[in-house]
């Protein structure tokens, strides 16, 4: 499925609110940026014809300096700018915080492809299918160099860095198939790492994922890794080592042996997971080893989904205080 | 009558051969000895002048290369290597190598010296080894992009360039590294000169303009450049040993690779504007005939752009995880900057509003550096509008936006300035009819070529992209045209201006009647700039005489 191709595209479809609004947004600048710059050429234009040497013009009282002036071209059109500021802003903060319902949906980039993953274990490579309607949180990590995950149609794209999560969420509400990029400069064929995002109703989207096979839900995929590197030896409870118990965990503040507190999100845990002795937890030993090396990306996922799994204390996970 | 107004009356005839005056700084002596080992301001200024051209020519090719590549959508011209390696070539050549020395090392080296009725720059020697500091770091980077090939794009972000790449990275970057010490040594040349050298009487509110915006760029050279040797030299270090400082599997963070690129990388936009601004500043006035309005706005708000562009370098890492609060003061610096560009726009305008007005080429190139700086400073601020930036960053939008900046700015002020001084420099005069038809190629020129990449950006068309969509075609098609003419407009000067080294009429010492002291002396000046050390006892930008003329 490929979207409709025209010969010459002049505005990007708008497949979400957050895209209408930032059509309005640059609406509104365009008119002020009109509104600021016409005068200006016209200005110019006409002083230069007007105003041409050899012709008789009515030049006298000239100012070569007017402090009023001056200063009132300076600040009217700064402060009418921060309109569209304040407006950017506030929209930029609504694309920061995630809905608490929304559908978490995991991406990994590395030279030159995309692989998605759901809930529910599906996975799939360079193509992404998401449902119309439901906030759908994208967590995204690289294996490699810095990519970008870009979705034109929702006017939305984050950085996707090796070794830290980042994310973004939208809620589309138009279905259809829509193109997605990598708009970080990754190497040779970085023109070539993107896809087709695919908005779908609610009732497809479910088809489409019991139809989609899947090695079990990322819950079941991270219980199992949780037991095959041997993490629950200790961190179940029933061991000879005291260790952190996981239940309630996520999103929770924890407080460090330095004094002070950090909350227990994707990237602490996956922080913990990989190097352990940084930040100590306050009232342990130091005994957990590291899985550097031992445990990738994907897996890596699943695990986090797994503790996630677990409970969680925040009412909302993925909002950050 | 004063000093300033003896000179001024008098019009005096080229230097060679005349009795009882010495040789112009052109025909002193003619080896190429004299030419390499000469410490003479000017003559330094023409040597970075062929060299900017030469770096300019090499990237303007890569630039036409990549526009030709781009009228396909599926990239079958080259491949992805090779167009990465393109893409490399021109950003690494036309920013390092010609847009951030461009005006200050010519007219900056040519002109500050004589508009402050100085002999020469403060350290001349020093002078000298910054161009042979700039050539030689250059040409070794050049080498290696050219023959080696370095696919990393001037950004140059880790761990791409540190761990992942296969090409010639750090051969380049010890080049770029060496042609930064030399933007040092101009820059604190041109400090000290400025504080130093003013001859009697050249206070600091008599100075043109041009003198203030070199006076802040010299300060974004020395406080800068620093920051990028020491980055790219950290780049070197991981890439050759392995020491971690960027690629996070040697336990580094990329993001403080984007945080140090920046710290530098935003401040060497106004390495490249600011002295463009200097240059309108010069020309608007002089074929107005009439003083610049609010000269002391104009000043202030070049050294207000020189401390703001220190605080912005966060609008380029909205989209990176940056923290939100990072994220909404880095977007709320970045809109001040509009208000001393503002300043400048609204007051080049008042400039002209009642001159007498000469639409010579210098004032062509002026008018079009005007319109298209004030559509790529607001489309500046569309980027850094945050909820706009998280669509367009990183598209052509970008690629457009910055190109208004730096061809439509610096570009077309190079260009305006080396038409306004060209007599100045060799004493002849251009053919003014060829110096209008190219201006016009220009503008018409990169207008088609940059306009529909605002588009492009918006429909959402990524950055360093070698395929894309076939729905992007057409505005590509209409984009590489565009590069046509434009290409046009660059060749055709390139062609009368050396025609009129022979065969151009010879200058007279001020052929637009234009006031500062590089119009009291002879064109080309003498070895010393001045038969007679001057005296300054005027206002800048004076003329008032005009004012009569009803």
Known sequence: MKPDQQALALWPTSASLNAAETDHLVFGFTALTLLLTVPIFIAITVFAIWFRDGRIAHRSYRENRNRLLEVSWMLIPFLLTLVFFYWGARMFDTQKHAPGDAIHISAIAKQWM???????????????????????????????????????????????????????????????????????????????????????????????????????????????????????????????????????????????????????????????????????????????????????????????????????????????? | MSLSESLLHRDPAPGRGTIGRPPDYLHDEHTLRSWFFSID????????????????????????????????????????????????????VMVWFFLIPSIPTTFGNFLLPIMIGARDVAFPRLNRLSWYIFVCGALFTLFTIVVGGVDTGWTFYAPFSTTFSNTWVIPALLGVIVV??????????????????????????????????????????????????????LLVLERAFGIGIFD??????????????????HPAVYIMVLPGMGVISEIVPAFAQKKLFGYRFVAYASLGLASLTFFVWGHHMFVNGQSEVASLSFSLLSFAVAVPSAVKVYNWTATIYKGSIKLDTPMLYAMGYIGLFVLGGLTGLFLATLAIDEHVHDTYFVVAHFHYIMVGGTALAFLGGLHYWWPKFTGRMYPEGWGRVSAFFIFIGFNTTFFPQFLLGYLGMPRRYHTYPPEFQLLNILSSAGSLILALGYIFPMIYLVWSLRYGKRAPAN????????????????????????????????????????
């Open chain 1, 114 to 321: 995309w692989k998605f993953q759901h809930p529910g274990g599906q996975a799939e490579i360079n193509d992404l299918h998401v449902p119309a309607g439901q906030p759908v949180v994208i967590t995204m990590i690289s294996q490699d160099v810095i990519h970008a995950l870009f979705l034109p149609a929702l006017r939305i794209q984050m950085e996707t860095l090796p070794d830290r999560y980042t994310e973004l969420w939208f809620k589309a509400d138009r279905p259809g198939t829509y193109r997605l990029y990598c708009s970080e400069y990754c190497g040779t064929d970085h023109s070539e790492m993107g896809g087709y995002l695919t908005i779908m109703q609610p009732a497809a989207y479910q088809r489409w994922l019991e139809r989609s096979s899947t090695p079990g839900s990322l819950v079941a995929q991270g219980r199992a890794a949780f037991s095959a590197h041997g993490c629950s030896g200790c961190h179940d409870g029933g061991g000879m080592v005291r260790a952190p118990s996981l239940a309630g965990l996520f999103g929770s503040p924890v407080p460090l042996a330095s004094g002070g507190t950090l909350v227990a999100d994707d990237g602490y845990i996956r922080d913990k997971i990989l190097d352990p002795g940084r930040n100590q937890i306050a009232g342990y030993r130091q005994l957990m080893p590291s899985f550097k090396g031992a445990i990738d990306e994907g897996e890596m996922i699943a695990l986090v989904s797994y503790v996630k799994s677990l409970g969680s204390a925040a009412p909302s996970e993925g909002a950050t205080p």
């Open chain 2, 248 to 265: 996070p599997a040697l336990g580094g963070d990329p993001v403080l690779f984007e945080h140090l690129f920046w710290f530098y990388s």
């Open chain 2, 180 to 233: 930064g010490f030399s933007s040092i040594l101009t820059g604190l040349n041109f400090v000290v000169t400025l504080h130093t050298m003013r001859a009697p009487g050249m206070t600091w509110f008599r100075l043109p303009i041009f003198c203030w915006t070199m006076y802040a760029t010299s300060l974004i050279f020395l406080l800068a450049t620093p920051v990028i040797t020491i980055a790219l030299l």
């Open chain 2, 41 to 92: 301001h000017k003559r330094i200024g023409i040597l970075y002048l062929l060299s900017i051209t030469f770096f300019f020519v090499l990237g303007s090719i890569a630039a036409g290369l990549i526009r030709l590549s781009l009228v396909v959508p599926n990239g079958a011209i080259f491949s992805n290597d090779t167009y990465n390696k393109l893409f490399t070539i021109h950003g690494v």
């Open chain 2, 511 to 550: 052929p637009w009647h234009a006031r500062g002291l590089e119009w009291m002396t002879t064109s080309p000046p003498p070895k010393h700039n001045f038969e007679t050390p001057p005296t300054v006892d005027f206002e800048p930008y004076d003329y008032r005489d005009r004012e009569s003329r009803v």
